[in-house]
């Protein structure tokens, strides 16, 4: 940031006083322009035994595999964000929504947060930023195409906890260095 969306002067990057880190300030009108992560929501869509994938249209990872996730909005609950991008991205009528997993990505400065969910039915179809969607069992999933570690750490939690019935929620961390991953439950 360069110029404070307030009042239009020339942001300082500091520490506020009582603060302890550094963040925009503007001099001339005091205004602190505070940044925060940014919360994707998402869903590991269910039909027996087989999940819905969506292949992206758009970048990061164009043409690779996602579950249906992307940024909550303002104003809107974590459940109600992730039925409203199953819906954009693959057509789909999500119900039973129950937490899964919420993923840190400080390095990112982003929050994942995932539900499990039933389809309601078979009616789905690509929406603007998917190539197409499917059903995938375990041994169909493209893991070489899937886009990102945290649909890939998502997907061996499901499968994993799949086998043995048991869903408990969790929260992990995804630190920046590969295949690393730090898992609280």
Not at 19 to 29: E, G, I, Q
Not at 41 to 62: H, K, N, S
Not at 120 to 146: C, N, R, Y
Request: hydrophobic share 40%; glycine share 8%; charged share 25%.
């Amino acid at each position: 940031m360069n110029f404070c969306s307030h009042c239009g002067s020339r942001l300082a990057y500091r520490t506020p006083p009582g603060d302890d880190r550094d963040r925009f300030l503007c001099a001339a009108c005091g205004v602190i322009h505070y940044q925060n992560p940014r919360v994707v929501v998402g869903c590991i869509p269910e039909q027996g035994e087989r999940i819905l994938l969506c292949r992206r249209a758009i970048d990061p990872c164009y043409g690779k595999w996602t579950l249906p996730a992307g940024y909550l909005e303002n104003g809107e609950t974590v459940a109600a964000g992730a039925e409203r991008e199953t819906c954009e991205e693959a057509g789909a009528r999500i119900e039973a929504l129950v937490p899964y997993l919420m993923f840190n990505i400080c390095h990112i400065n982003q929050i994942y947060f995932m539900f499990r969910a039933q389809l309601m039915d078979a009616d789905f179809q690509p929406g603007k930023e998917s190539l197409e969607v499917g059903l995938f069992t375990e041994a169909e999933v493209p893991w070489e195409l899937i886009a990102f570690r945290v649909i890939s750490e998502t997907l061996r939690a499901y499968f994993r906890d799949r086998s043995t019935g048991v869903f408990p929620f969790a929260v992990a961390d995804i630190l920046p260095a590969p295949d690393h991953v730090r898992r609280m439950r």
